[in-house]
């Protein structure tokens, strides 16, 4: 089949006020981290509705971050979800600790708590829930499990120490704007840590960010400059504030790492929470007409819309019920035939070659494979035109149809 039509999976939402933005940054004699670096700070912690935020040049560094401050390293355990992408494990590693990974619950994208809370000992430090396509994990939930294994925490470190717990540090590159109970993702696990990656609802091209809720015994403003600390080599001055006239001295209080975002790409952040509600509203119209238009075929999909929390609709995750990972693919040759794109999200980790060479078998976790298998991923992006989205779905309602 020959198409004249085309719906890619993704494409950024960039308007003039991106590229002004950006324009008057290059203009401004000063491109890396500074003023309008501080100012995107602000209006996501203003959103989040936190103290402080720290914007990182990437969701895996500003975790990465977060291991290092929690002091978790070699001997250490962390849970993570078997479904997710690689970026929530792989930081795991980075830090010399040991990943610990749970299976999804049945017919869920979600991990299975009860497993979850079994696998918490005395080598636990820390939960990294992925709130998967903007939904927001059950905190509660897991909350009251490392409430439960307390008595087991061995704390190594002062902040270990104050926390007195194993520590909930949310994946939440998918769910800038979604909330639980009246409180916005970044605001509710101890620690989160946000993508802006170019495929993110709200973009900086590249980039991240960790926020963390005000925890009894710990001072943001202090968390805030470890991160910056962390950040920037260590560097008790960064580069902005050192160009001031005789203002050069600085020390290096450990050999950190270099993850700094620059003002250049908080311009772009920056622009688009303006009209990020906008975006939101846009992303919500076409997961309801999905929801519509599929409702009577035999498929299931993520669900969006709760009566206490509210998704920020990252991404579309639809099951083809009864079907293969061979069916599935088919459907998504066809689809490109058409003209659509479809994605997966995701192989689970254990699918992966660089966890099957570190002893984790896909056989151990059947649920997550069962999800993977039959799971397709539709185009779901705010400058989505009316057409695009009619065509999305008159493709997959005529292949289903023929199925």
Request: glycine share 6%.
């Amino acid at each position: 089949m020959i198409t004249m039509f085309f719906v890619p999976f993704f494409r950024p939402d960039i308007t003039e006020q991106e590229v002004a933005a950006v324009s008057d940054v290059l203009r401004s004699g000063w491109l890396t981290t500074g003023p309008v670096t501080k100012r995107f700070e602000e209006a996501l912690a203003d959103y989040i509705g936190v103290s402080k935020v720290a914007a990182l040049n990437a969701q895996t560094n500003a975790t990465f971050c977060t291991m290092r401050l929690l002091g978790i390293g070699p001997g250490d355990e962390v849970i993570v979800p078997a479904y997710t992408y690689s970026a929530s494990c792989s930081i795991i590693y980075h830090v010399g600790a040991t990943p610990v990974m749970i299976d999804c619950a049945k017919d869920s994208f979600e991990m299975n708590y009860d497993l979850m809370e079994e696998a918490i000992n005395e080598r636990t430090k820390a939960i990294i829930p992925v709130d998967l396509g903007g939904v927001v994990c059950d905190y509660d939930r897991i909350f009251k499990a490392v409430d439960r294994k307390r008595h087991l925490f061995k704390p190594v470190g002062a902040v270990q120490e104050k926390l007195g717990r194993v520590a909930v540090v949310a994946d939440t590159a998918h769910s800038l704007g979604a909330s639980r109970n009246g409180i916005m993702a970044g605001a509710i696990a101890d620690f989160s840590n946000f993508s802006f990656h170019a495929v993110k609802n709200l973009t900086t091209a590249e980039g991240g960010a960790a926020s963390w809720r005000s925890l009894e015994g710990f001072d943001d403003v202090g968390l805030y400059e470890r991160y910056m600390l962390l950040s920037l080599h260590g560097q008790t001055k960064d580069a902005f504030n050192k160009i001031e006239p005789g203002s050069w001295e600085y020390d290096i209080v450990e050999p950190y790492y270099k993850c700094n975002l620059t003002d250049i790409a908080s311009a772009i952040g920056l622009s688009q929470f303006g009209r990020y509600q906008s975006m939101l509203t846009r992303r919500k119209e076409i997961v309801e007409y999905y929801c519509d238009r599929f409702r009577n075929f035999n498929v299931s999909w993520l669900e969006h819309f709760h009566e206490n929390a509210v998704s920020s609709l990252h991404l579309f995750l639809l099951r083809l019920n009864g079907k293969d990972v061979h069916e599935r693919n088919r459907l998504i040759s066809d689809a490109a035939e058409a003209g659509v794109a479809l994605n997966v999200h995701y192989k689970p980790l254990p699918m992966l070659s660089a966890y099957q060479k570190r002893g984790f078998q896909i056989e151990d976790f059947p649920e997550a494979y069962a999800q993977y298998q039959n799971e397709v991923t539709l185009p779901l992006f705010s400058s989505m035109t009316d057409a695009e989205v009619e065509y999305v779905v008159d493709t997959l309602v005529s292949l289903l149809k023929h199925d």
